[in-house]
């Protein structure tokens, strides 16, 4: 009798809990809080905006979140959550290592 090996379990269990497909995990309140500042400032707030190569609260162009989304994210920024758009946002300004837009709640002054 073969006898399995004792990472058997643990590869398996590894298989069973990312399942493909699976979406990222969801950012921290604090990324989220950033997230919504820049929103506010960019698209006033509104998370589902629609304008000719622009769409959601951050604004991204179509290509930027084409290239920035979760393969499991919705093909259009304005169909994505909140939470999506905050995800795609993070990842690219550490692609391009910028920081966050450093502003007050409100006093947006534009040129991300």
């Keep these: 009798m073969r ?7 643990i590869c398996f269990a590894l ?3 990312s399942p493909v497909g699976a979406s990222p995990p ?6 989220m809080a950033k997230a919504a500042n820049v929103a506010l400032c960019e698209e006033g707030g509104n998370w589902h905006y629609r304008a ?20 499991t994210f919705p093909w259009s920024m304005a169909d994505a959550t909140p939470q999506q ?10 692609y391009y290592h910028m920081a966050w837009p450093d502003q007050p709640r409100g006093h947006c002054t534009g040129g991300y």
Excluded: C, E, N
């Design 52 to 71: 000719g190569d622009y769409a959601g609260g951050i604004g991204f162009r179509l290509a930027t979140w084409a290239m920035f989304r979760y393969k």
């Design 3 to 9: 006898r399995l090996s004792i990472f058997a379990p």
């Design 85 to 94: 758009q905050a995800w795609a946002l993070s990842h690219m300004l550490a």
């Design 26 to 31: 969801l950012v921290s309140p604090a990324i």
């Design 15 to 17: 298989l069973v809990a």
